[in-house]
């Protein structure tokens, strides 16, 4: 059974940092493209950052971009963001997906991913 577990999450202050992490079982994340979705209460799920299969490959929303970085580390079978000078419009909740061979990430890319998290919380205040 594959699982996404997200850790990391919390209440933090404007300006302040987080590194969330997504542990995986069940599968060999090597072979995954992994990112990061929120979704903020009343909007839409968005795609925050993604990292394709081989690592090379990296993908940022502009309102993250310059303040989130996305890596992985494949012997720890785990993705991190790390995210910095965090503002209120960050708060959401973070999920982690997982997708067989994905290299792209973001507009113009399939957008139905193999695996989900069941997300942690991340909430920001003034």
């Known amino acids: 059974q594959v699982q996404l577990v997200e850790t990391g999450g919390g209440s933090v202050q404007v300006g302040d940092s987080l590194r969330l992490s997504c542990a995986a079982s069940?599968?060999?994340?090597?072979?995954?493209?992994l990112g990061w979705f929120r979704q903020a209460p009343g909007k839409e799920r968005e795609l925050v950052a993604g990292?394709?299969?081989?690592?090379?490959?990296?993908y940022y929303a502009d309102s993250v971009r310059d303040r989130f970085t996305i890596s992985r580390d494949n012997p720890k079978n785990t993705v991190y963001l790390q995210m910095n000078s965090l503002k209120p419009e960050d708060t959401a909740i973070y999920y982690c997906?997982?997708?067989?061979?994905?290299?792209?990430w973001g507009p113009g890319f399939w957008h139905v991913y193999d695996y989900w998290g069941q997300g942690t919380q991340v909430t920001v205040s003034s």
């Open positions: 990292i394709g299969w081989t690592g090379t490959s990296t």
């Open positions: 069940g599968l060999a994340v090597s072979g995954y493209g």
């Open positions: 997906v997982a997708d067989h061979g994905r290299t792209g």
